[in-house]
Nanobody
Framework: QVQLVESGGGLVQPGDSLTLSCVMT????????VGWFRQAPGKEREGVSC????????YYADSVKGRFTISKDNAKNTMFLRIDSLEVEDTGTYYC???????????????????????????????WGQGTQVTVAS
């Protein structure tokens, strides 16, 4: 069974950069599409960036284009989200996800995967980490 564990969150200042990591255990990451989602205080969870299993196709939400970079290192079974020019509005809990748990998988584009942020939109089909908190404050 796939397990995902995020790290790298913390308290940062506006304008700083941060890299979040998410390690997969229980399977090989090269088989999986990956994504990062965030939930800001008082708001619904949203997909911010998703990546196809072969890293050929990416999706970024409009609010993060140019500042967020998603990647994965299959050899390390780890996915990353680099965030540059952090803004106060980037504050929230960041979750990593894969397009299934290895036993049950969904075939979706990165844009489709990033739309699956809530149960109503299919989030139960994804495998999720526990989340890491990012707080941007001066």
């Amino acid at each position: 069974q796939v397990q995902l564990v995020e790290s790298g969150g913390g308290l940062v200042q506006p304008g700083d950069s941060l890299t979040l990591s998410c390690v997969m255990t229980g399977n090989q990451l090269n088989y999986f599409a990956v994504g990062w989602f965030r939930q800001a205080p008082g708001k619904e969870r949203e997909g911010v960036s998703c990546l196809s299993f072969n890293s050929a196709t990416t999706y970024y939400a409009d609010s993060v284009k140019g500042r967020f970079t998603i990647s994965k290192d299959n050899a390390k079974n780890t996915m990353f989200l680099r965030i540059d020019s952090l803004e106060v509005e980037d504050t929230g809990t960041y979750y990593c996800a894969t397009n299934g748990d290895g036993d049950r998988m969904v075939v979706v584009s990165p844009e489709q995967m990033c739309s699956m942020a809530s149960p109503d939109s299919g989030s139960r089909a994804l495998a999720w980490g526990q989340g890491t908190q990012v707080t941007v404050a001066s």
